[in-house]
């Protein structure tokens, strides 16, 4: 569901910034999509990390989740 909604943000920076090149002006819509885009690889990033570490058993890491521990 992560990637969904991170592949949905990075359709929107392709779109605005398609409309954007033609206007010749950049709006905040194009902004807001690539700050989605980039918080959506980092929060992938951070889930990857945990359920690798939930894997090798290490100390601190998210146990016993729902779907993290598959």
């Known amino acids: 569901m992560l990637l969904f909604g ?3 943000w990075f359709a929107g920076v392709v779109l605005f910034g398609w409309r954007d090149l033609a206007d ?7 902004f807001t999509c690539i700050a989605g ?3 959506g690889i980092i ?3 951070v ?9 090798r058993g290490s ?3 998210w ?3 729902s779907g993290l521990d598959t």
């Not at 010749?24 to 194009?30: I, L, T």
């Not at 889930?47 to 894997?55: G, V």
């Open 37 to 39: 885009t980039t918080l």
């Open 24 to 30: 010749g002006a950049v709006g905040v819509e194009f």
């Open 43 to 45: 929060g992938y990033g």
């Open 59 to 61: 100390r601190g890491s």
């Open 47 to 55: 889930f990857r990390w945990q359920r690798s570490a939930a894997r």
């Open 63 to 65: 146990q016993g989740l």
């Open 6 to 8: 991170t592949a949905l």
